[in-house]
């Protein structure tokens, strides 16, 4: 069942047409080079921040790793929950309400070559749904928004870039999941059949929500996702999918779970690379999006609140429940390094991973390929409880 609560707002292009004396002759479209994005300057090198919060705080903080320097965003919304796709960072206040933050910096990958841009920072207003927000994913042209009732709101990502909060699309995904992950112009749903209970499977929509007859195959109980340079992963109760957009075809391909019950967590991976990995009580689950394998490492009594792949094809990093730093073997399980750092949250890019230790005040640059060492401990103005990175 489809709801479309406001007819989509269509966008105009303009073709600008230099007109002085000294331009080209009139009627001539002016050419502009590749990459160019209106109203955003483009750079050689990521423009990588730190977006932090302080749990019931009304501030968001971008703490940019170049210079350190830190920007403020005085928020509506009270922060309890922090969630990014790469440039828009979602603060959640635990309930229904969602504030969405433009961070201003972000990279658009085209395989072959990326570009990193960099504009101004700015908060686009809040959303407010009727019952609880349960999953929020956004990539390429589109973001969603799943609620506690199984609807699923489709924003158009090109109207955020714009500064706009435009007018969903709602789905109604008939299960208690509500998640829809942006792939390949498209969308990967998780459908049921009871609004009590989870999905059962993944279905291939639009962005209007209309089934494209390209994929449905059994999932059940989605949860985690990752979109990984070899397809999108998605965690089922006791496998996980990697689906590939191949032409004009979605291809799924299942990867039963090695270790019992896949857990209901985020995955952790680096950007633009194929491998991610989650964790929970049974260890550790890493999954290679190219290869199309899933390892499994146990946890050997220790619980583990988080994982993420750097993406070597040889290690894997967990975060203990103590706040300790774990780099592992991926073969064997065995254990490279470990820091205790009391950090609470871990995220990495493609040499260094960030672990907030809000006791302290920090924000702690890990070398996780040189045995874990600290590279930079970089002070916050605030305490950063809540920590995502973007422009990655």
């Known amino acids: ?24 002759p009139q009627n001539q479209t002016e050419e502009q080079p590749h990459g160019y994005v209106a109203g955003a300057e483009e750079l050689a090198e990521a423009q990588t921040a730190l977006a932090y919060a302080t749990r019931d705080s009304r501030e968001l903080h971008l703490l940019d790793l170049a210079s ?6 005085p928020l509506t919304v009270t922060a309890r929950e922090l969630s990014e796709d790469g440039r828009f960072v979602y603060v959640g206040d635990g309930d229904r309400t969602l504030e ?34 349960r999953t929020v994913a956004g990539s390429g042209p589109h973001t969603t928004v799943g609620t506690a009732d ?28 509500a998640l829809a992950v942006p792939y390949a112009e498209g969308l990967l749903v998780a459908m049921g059949d009871d609004p009590a209970k989870p999905a059962s499977r993944i279905v291939a929509m639009d962005a209007d929500g209309k089934p494209t007859g390209t994929l449905e ?15 999108v992963v998605i965690a089922c109760e006791d496998a996980l999918l990697r689906i590939k957009h191949t032409g004009t075809a979605l291809t799924a391909e299942r990867l039963d779970s090695p270790g019992g019950p896949v857990p209901p967590a985020d995955f952790g991976h680096r950007p633009r690379s194929n491998e991610a990995a989650l964790a929970g009580a049974g260890g550790i689950w890493s999954v290679n999006a190219s290869k199309v394998t899933l390892k499994h490492l146990p946890a050997d009594g220790r ?21 300790t730093l774990i780099s592992y073997e991926l073969d064997t399980g065995t254990v490279i390094a470990q820091a205790p750092l009391r950090a609470t949250t871990l995220t990495l890019d493609v040499s260094r991973a960030y672990l907030a230790v809000p006791a ?18 970089l002070r916050t103005a605030q305490q950063p409880d809540l920590a995502v990175e973007v422009g990655r």
């Open 100 to 133: 969405i933050v433009d961070a201003g910096v972000w990279t658009v990958d085209h395989t072959d070559h990326v570009h990193y841009y960099r504009s101004q920072a700015r908060t686009l207003g809040t959303v407010t749904f009727e019952t609880t927000v």
């Open 360 to 377: 302290d005040r920090v924000i702690l640059e890990i070398d996780y390929a040189d045995e874990l060492r600290t590279a930079r401990t």
């Open 150 to 177: 199984g609807r699923i709101r489709v924003y158009d990502r090109r109207q955020l870039e714009e500064g706009t909060v435009g007018e969903p699309v709602t789905i109604d995904s008939r299960g208690s999941t």
């Open 68 to 73: 350190e320097a830190e920007n403020r965003i």
């Open 217 to 231: 195959t059994p999932c059940a109980a989605p949860s985690g996702w990752a979109v990984l340079r070899g397809g």
């Open 303 to 323: 619980e583990l609140v988080a994982a993420a792949s750097p993406a070597d094809d040889r290690t894997v990093l967990a975060l203990d429940t103590d706040g």
């Open 1 to 24: 069942m489809i709801r479309r609560s406001v007819a989509a707002l269509g966008a105009a292009i303009g073709t600008a047409l230099v007109l002085s004396a000294c331009g080209p």
